[in-house]
């Protein structure tokens, strides 16, 4: 079983930065591939970044890529989500998720694992 708990979202302006943590515990956490998804109001939850542990290899949606960047400390299993140049349009629920390898990085389906969600709300 693995556990995770995000924290680091909040209210931001547009054009500011923000940084989400996922802290992660249980049996083996730095064994787990993890990713970021979101979920607006109304929508279906979508992939944002992901990032392999074997490889160190990160993937982020189109929508992000450039602005947003996945890494994380072994020694803390711990992951980030450095977020700059934030708009309005990525504003949603972020979640932290995990897998053993299995699935598709960016289909929320084959995660095993999921936070609770951080809010992330960007102003115009």
């Known amino acids: 079983q693995v556990q995770l708990v995000e924290s680091g979202g909040g209210l931001v302006q547009a054009g500011g930065s923000l940084r989400l943590s996922c802290a992660a515990s249980g049996r083996s956490p730095s064994t787990y591939n993890m990713g970021w998804f979101r979920q607006a109001p109304g929508q279906e939850r979508e992939f944002v970044a992901a990032?392999?542990?074997?490889?160190?290899?990160?993937a982020y949606a189109d929508s992000v890529k450039g602005r947003f960047t996945i890494s994380r400390d072994n020694a803390k299993n711990t992951e980030f989500l450095q977020m700059n140049s934030l708009k309005p349009e990525d504003t949603a629920v972020y979640y932290c998720?995990?897998?053993?390898?299995?699935?598709?990085?960016?289909?929320?389906?084959?995660?095993?694992?999921w936070g609770q969600g951080t809010q992330v709300t960007v102003s115009s």
């Open positions: 998720a995990a897998n053993s390898g299995g699935g598709m990085y960016s289909d929320p389906r084959a995660y095993d694992y």
């Open positions: 990032i392999m542990w074997r490889y160190g290899s990160t």
